[in-house]
């Protein structure tokens, strides 16, 4: 099935470093979604963004809607053990109710 | 705690069997997706559900089908399985005004199947 280009695959880091990751697609998209998913569990909404160059700070997690409306980032600052699992993308293409998820970042922190 | 649940949680079942899953969105939700997730895959989108209606499809295989019912509940039935078809299947439900696309999608803990 269709999937954005998610990168990194995984990321190994040290405790206080800060990650970042990020999506691209061939097509606009009309939102972007951050999720994360822990072993087992369900995708968990980190943040949602709506409208292109959209900039969005949930604690120490931020995320931006690219200008082009084509891709998206998630940066983590001083990253803590806690922040161990898989980071999701998913986006909207414009003109559709579909979401495509992508491909994962799994995210590993050393202390 | 997301608000959307979904029984099992596990489910075992033979090759060539029938499965229902069931899910309930957050209260207030209208729409129902469907995903299925493999092993160490992402999240492929199946179907979705507004108000009882099917809204969108993804690759979903014309061995499952999925329905919402009025009081917003939705199932995934899913038949003849293979042994491909063990995977995590997760439902998600989603605020907002769809007409204008601002929907944020809440995922529920999942089901895992496995056919055996």
């Known amino acids: 099935g269709q999937q954005l280009n998610q990168s990194p695959q995984s990321m190994f880091i040290q405790e206080g470093e800060d990650v970042s990751m990020n999506c691209t697609s061939s097509?606009?998209?009309?939102?972007w979604l951050w999720y994360k998913q822990e072993p087992g569990e369900g995708p968990v909404l980190l943040i949602a963004?709506?409208?292109?160059?959209e900039l969005t700070s949930n604690g120490r997690l931020t995320a931006q809607f690219g200008i082009t409306r084509k891709d998206s980032f998630l940066n983590i600052s001083a990253s803590i053990p806690s922040d161990v699992g898989i980071y999701f993308c998913?986006?909207?293409?414009?003109?559709?109710?579909?979401?495509?998820f992508g491909t994962g970042t799994r995210l590993k922190v050393l202390a | 705690d997301s608000g959307v649940t979904q029984t099992p949680k596990h489910l075992i079942t033979a090759t060539g069997q029938r499965v229902t899953l069931r899910c309930s969105p957050r209260?207030?939700?209208?729409?129902v997706y469907w995903y299925q997730q493999s092993l160490d895959q992402g999240l492929q989108f199946l179907i979705q559900?507004?108000?009882?209606?099917?809204?969108a499809k993804g690759n979903i295989l014309e061995r499952f089908s999925a329905q919402q019912f009025p009081d917003l509940h939705s199932e995934l039935n899913l038949s003849s399985l293979e042994l491909g078809d063990s995977a995590l299947y997760f439902c998600?439900?989603?605020?907002?005004?769809?007409?204008?696309?601002?929907?944020?999608?809440?995922f529920g803990p999942g089901t895992r199947l496995l056919v055996l």
């Open positions: 097509s606009i998209f009309n939102t």
């Open positions: 559900y507004y108000n009882g209606e099917e809204r």
């Open positions: 209260s207030g939700d209208l729409s």
């Open positions: 998600a439900s989603s605020d907002g005004d769809s007409g204008s696309f601002r929907e944020t999608q809440y």
């Open positions: 998913a986006g909207s293409p414009s003109g559709t109710y579909k979401y495509i």
């Open positions: 963004l709506y409208k292109a160059g």
